[in-house]
């Protein structure tokens, strides 16, 4: 049972333009969200994350939008750039589980020149 | 650079073998973790340790060990290797038990053949 599903992929922009990359989450106790980004042959790199009691949370040109009610979070990048090109992993954390993070599976971002 | 290190970065060993996997973690971090990533997989949580003691416990298989030194180190122990144990295994390490920012390093590639 997959609690934190990233249901695309991949997804391929131009560069200059949002990027949109979804996350779907079904445990209720989950109450911190981070993204992570990963580049071939290096470990995933924090991003930016939101607690549960937020609805938006922005660094930079990456912003972090969650929605409770429909379990759902997403990432804008804007604008997007060709460095962006990475995979881009979703992850949850329960507020019993400690410092646990479930993944979902990633979500392959390509920015074309 | 994240500060975790990994060792090594590459094995390739027979099935029904051993391996041991090496994790430093940041400086002044307390905890580590220990996440696989399967093709077509996303990050499955192993086992976490905190100040040498163990913390929380995923889906790690009882072939599998783990544990933390004195001077925070960790070790991940595979017995009785088979292939589908082929896999990147990510060493993370955070400076608290819970409610931190959780830093990964570059990854172990196994292979089992």
């Known amino acids: 049972d997959q609690q934190v599903k990233q249901n695309s992929p991949s997804l391929s922009v131009q560069e200059g333009r949002i990027s949109i990359l979804n996350c779907d989450y079904t445990?209720?106790?989950?109450?911190?969200f981070l993204w992570y980004k990963k580049y071939p042959a290096e470990g995933p790199t924090f991003l930016i994350s939101i607690s549960s009691i937020k609805d938006k949370n922005e660094d930079g040109r990456f912003t972090v939008f969650l929605n409770k009610s429909a379990k759902h979070l997403s990432l804008h990048i804007v604008p997007s750039q060709p460095g962006d090109s990475a995979v881009y992993f979703c992850a949850a954390r329960a507020n019993n589980a400690g410092n646990m993070l479930t993944f979902g599976g990633g979500t392959r971002l390509m920015v074309k020149p | 650079d994240s500060g975790v290190t990994q060792t090594p970065k590459h094995l390739i060993t027979a099935t029904g073998q051993r391996v041991t996997l090496r994790c430093s973690p940041r400086?002044?971090?307390?905890?580590v973790y220990w996440y696989q990533q399967s093709l077509d997989q996303g990050l499955q949580f192993l086992i976490q340790y905190y100040n040498g003691e163990e913390r929380a416990k995923g889906n790690i298989l009882e072939r599998f060990s783990a544990q933390q030194f004195p001077d925070l180190h960790s070790e991940l122990n595979l017995s009785s290797l088979e292939l589908g144990d082929s896999a990147l295994y990510f060493c993370?390490?955070?400076?608290?038990?819970?409610?931190?920012?959780?830093?990964f390093g570059e990854g172990s590639w196994l292979t089992v053949v």
């Open positions: 400086s002044g971090d307390l905890s």
């Open positions: 445990n209720s106790m989950f109450d911190y």
């Open positions: 993370a390490s955070s400076s608290g038990v819970g409610g931190n920012t959780i830093y």
